[in-house]
């Protein structure tokens, strides 16, 4: 008769031993699953494939850095998705949403879970990335002498932070850089006079617009509830 094909073990080789998903914690995701909650928190509409792999100059925009502690994390006031490791050296992630002295507040996209702090630091090697909102017109930082609705829009914005009328104002003057070196100092950026994302987010959380960690947690827990995770 026909010989029976040699399996894994009779050829010299070991069988994988994949762990089952129950032992793994609940709280571990994988990348593209956390960063469709994370878009979740910001849009009701099904996520246009990655956010974060592609490129985008208008709308809603993906940030990624870099932090040996927390301290840059929690400075964003965002929610932000933990580029983190398993056991098995695999990639995971999750949505970081607050970080407490011992508890981090998670959100896997089906639950918002505490999870002991030193539980996501052992597995974070430091990469992180969150979602900002970018104004129309949007290609980079904004500096003295650049022109476009986007400057205009930024006007705006500043103008309704001070509560008064905006002016028809297309040009990045210098009256302009020194409004921004002001505001900038007051919630404690770098001063630069330069509009970067850091500053628009600043501005944003101002004028309310701006999905705070605080906001998106109370919209998490309100869509989707509260569970221990394992």
């Known amino acids: 008769g026909s010989a029976e094909p040699l399996g894994a073990d009779a050829m010299g080789f070991e ?9 793994l914690p609940g709280w571990l995701v994988s990348p593209a699953a956390a960063e469709s909650a994370l878009w979740s928190l910001w849009r009701d509409a099904p996520p246009p494939g ?13 940030e990624s850095a870099d932090s040996d502690t927390w301290d840059a994390v929690l400075a964003l006031n965002r929610p932000v998705i933990l580029d983190l490791q398993r056991q098995n050296r695999f990639a995971a992630a999750t949505v970081l949403l607050t970080v ?3 508890v981090a507040t998670v959100f896997t996209g089906a639950v918002v879970c ?26 980079g930082p904004l500096r003295i002498g650049d022109r476009g609705a986007v400057v205009a829009h930024v006007v705006g914005e500043f103008a309704r932070l001070d509560d ?24 404690g950026l770098r001063v ?8 628009l987010q600043a501005l944003n959380d101002k004028l309310g ?3 705070t960690s605080s906001r998106a947690l109370r919209s998490a827990i309100e869509r989707f509830g509260g569970a221990s995770c394992r």
């Open 209 to 211: 617009n701006g999905l």
């Open 50 to 62: 990655s956010v974060c792999k592609a490129p985008g100059t208008t709308g809603l925009l993906c």
């Open 15 to 23: 069988h994988a031993k994949v762990p089952p998903a129950s032992v």
């Open 114 to 139: 505490d999870v002991p702090l030193a539980a996501v630091a052992d597995r974070w090697q430091g990469r992180f990335r969150y979602f900002w909102e970018s104004p129309p017109g949007w290609t």
């Open 164 to 187: 008064l009328p905006a002016p028809p104002l297309t040009t990045f003057t210098q009256a302009l850089e020194a409004r921004v070196k002001v505001f900038q100092a007051e919630v």
């Open 100 to 102: 407490g002295e011992e």
């Open 192 to 199: 630069d006079g330069v509009i970067g994302v850091r500053t």
